[in-house]
C-alpha cells in the first residue's frame, strides 16, 4: 500500500504540473510569465492571449485536477487508506501546478486545478462556491477576491455536506495554499492597486 501511495502522489502530481497556460502562449509566440500578472493560470492567459486560449486553460486545469482523484479511485483497491489516498493524490494535483517541477518549481495559483478535485469529491460544494465567486467578483470587481473567497468558503461546504475527514483536511491545506499563493494579490487588495474587470469595461 505505501508503494501504491507513493505512485499514485508522484503520478498525481506530474500531471498536476504541467503548465497549460504556459505551453499554449508558447504555441503562439509568446510567454504568459513575461506579460501581465505573469501568471500561468487561465485569468492571465484570457487577459494576454484572448478568450478562446483562456477558456481552453481552465478547461484543462481543472481536468488536470479531476481526472488524477478519478483514475485513483477506479484503480485503488477498495481498502481503509484508499480514500485518503485519493485525498492526498487531489492534494499533489494540486501542488504539482502551484510549484511545478517543469518550471523550476514555480506554478499558478491553483484555483482552477483546486476546483477539478473538488469537483471531483462534491460537485454541489463547488456549485455553492462558483456562486459565491461570481458574487464577489461582480460586485467588487477583483477575480482575486472571489478565487480567495470561493476557496475559504469550499472547505465549509464539505463539512456541512458530510464530506470524510481526509477530504476536509486536504480542502483546508489547499485554502491554505491558494491563499499563501495569493499573497501578493492580497496585499494589492489592502493598498487598493489590483486590477479591476470593472475598470477594463469601463475603457
Not at 64 to 88: D, R
Not at 115 to 136: I, K, Q, R, W
Not at 138 to 153: D, E, H, K, N, R
Request: net charge positive; hydrophobic share 55%.
Amino acid at each position: 500500500m505505501i508503494i501504491t501511495f507513493f505512485i499514485s502522489f508522484f503520478v498525481s502530481y506530474l500531471l498536476g504540473a504541467v503548465p497549460f497556460g504556459l505551453l499554449f502562449s508558447r504555441a503562439v509566440g509568446k510567454d504568459v510569465r513575461q506579460e501581465g500578472s505573469g501568471n500561468i493560470g487561465a485569468t492571465n492567459v484570457n487577459r494576454v492571449l484572448g478568450k478562446k486560449l483562456g477558456i481552453l486553460t481552465l478547461l484543462c486545469d481543472v481536468a488536470k485536477g479531476f481526472f488524477p482523484v478519478f483514475i485513483a479511485t477506479a484503480f485503488l483497491p477498495s481498502t481503509g487508506n484508499a480514500e485518503l489516498i485519493v485525498a492526498l493524490c487531489g492534494l499533489a494535483t494540486v501542488l504539482g501546478h502551484m510549484f511545478s517541477v517543469y518550471m523550476g518549481f514555480k506554478g499558478g495559483k491553483g484555483v482552477a486545478t483546486a476546483l477539478g478535485v473538488f469537483l471531483f469529491f462534491s460537485p454541489l460544494a463547488v456549485l455553492f462556491a462558483l456562486f459565491l465567486f461570481v458574487a464577489v467578483v461582480y460586485f467588487s470587481g477583483f477575480v482575486s477576491a472571489g478565487s480567495l473567497a470561493a476557496s475559504a468558503f469550499i472547505p465549509l461546504c464539505l463539512w456541512l455536506l458530510g464530506s470524510s475527514l481526509p477530504v476536509l483536511l486536504v480542502a483546508c491545506t489547499i485554502a491554505l495554499l491558494i491563499w499563501l499563493k495569493h499573497s501578493s494579490n492580497i496585499g494589492r487588495l489592502m493598498r487598493g492597486e489590483e486590477k479591476s474587470w470593472k475598470t477594463k469595461e469601463a475603457k
